[in-house]
């Protein structure tokens, strides 16, 4: 309540104590060749990506906004990537323009824009392609996946369009993004 009194509501108090140790605790059950990347949707608060980014995470952004506060944070571009649906026009050319490690391609349409703006500021950019697997985990309660959805590209899509992909000049495919489910805390479900 003294904190309230001293700097008013709402307010929003962060334990950087606890973040660390969770950080750590990550850090350690994975093998040296996994990155972690800090959703910046997840709380967007500077101080709190600043202080993630000390940590060593790398970075995730679903949108300018987040791009921009990721830039001023201290994330290095390399250690950006830019995911999800419906990214417009502006931000995908910032995107672009700022060189991030990869713009995650939700669409056709998308890696087709990529590539023209891509021309047109005379760069190459790099992608990663999220496919919709045509596969899904029964005990997921979320599927984002064996159906059809705005995230990612039909895998039977993706076989017949590849060769085009291949065509196009001024991006580089680094990756392949699958994310198919969410909350999903059955081992033997992950591991099928």
């Not at 904190?3 to 929003?12: H, I, K, M, N, V």
């Not at 660390?20 to 972690?36: E, G, M, V």
């Not at 970075?59 to 921009?68: A, F, G, K, R, T």
């Not at 830019?82 to 490690?101: D, M, Y």
Request: hydrophobic share 40%.
């Amino acid at each position: 309540t003294s904190a309230a009194q001293q700097f008013g509501t709402p307010l929003f108090i962060y334990d950087t104590q606890t973040i660390s140790k969770k950080y750590a605790k990550l850090r350690k059950n994975l093998i040296d060749q996994c990155q972690l990347y800090y959703s910046i949707k997840s709380n967007p608060s500077l101080a709190v990506c600043q202080y993630i980014k000390k940590l060593g995470a790398h970075c995730e952004v679903s949108s300018e906004y987040e791009l921009l506060t990721a830039i001023q944070a201290g994330f290095a571009a390399s250690n950006i990537i830019f995911v999800g649906p419906g990214k417009n026009t502006q931000a995908i050319k910032c995107a672009i323009k700022n060189r991030i490690k990869a713009i995650v391609c939700e669409s056709f349409e998308e890696i087709l824009i990529i590539d023209m703006l891509s021309k047109k500021l005379n760069v190459k950019t790099e992608i990663m392609i999220r496919l919709n697997p045509d596969f899904k985990i029964n005990e997921a309660p979320i599927k984002m996946s064996g159906v059809a959805t705005q995230f990612g590209i039909d895998y039977e899509e993706f076989e017949s369009k590849i060769d085009q992909i291949k065509k196009y000049n001024n991006i580089n495919i680094i990756g392949i993004h699958i994310y198919n489910a969410s909350r999903v805390l059955n081992t033997n479900a992950i591991v099928d």
